[in-house]
């Protein structure tokens, strides 16, 4: 396996993420858009603050090898 950077990491969560609340809320209940507008509140958030919850679960799973792009800039 290839490995990734946290980012890469990040982005291929939000983005199932986003897909599998479309999917929801397309055959279940169109309430499971919510969760993408959640995954996209916190993405934006994430860019102004340099807190990504993601970044923090994927560090405890022991997967990605830096941080968000924001703070491994902070970090130099």
């Known amino acids: 396996m ?24 397309r055959w279940v209940s169109p309430w499971w858009l919510l969760l993408a507008v959640f995954v996209a509140c916190n993405l934006i958030q994430s860019v102004f603050t340099g807190f990504c919850p993601a970044e923090t679960i994927l560090a405890k799973l022991g997967l990605g090898n830096g941080a968000c792009s924001l703070n491994s800039e902070r970090k130099s």
Do not use: C, D, H, N
């Open 2 to 25: 290839i490995p990734m950077k946290t980012e890469s990491y990040i982005r291929l969560v939000a983005g199932t993420m986003v897909l599998i609340s479309v999917a929801l809320g």
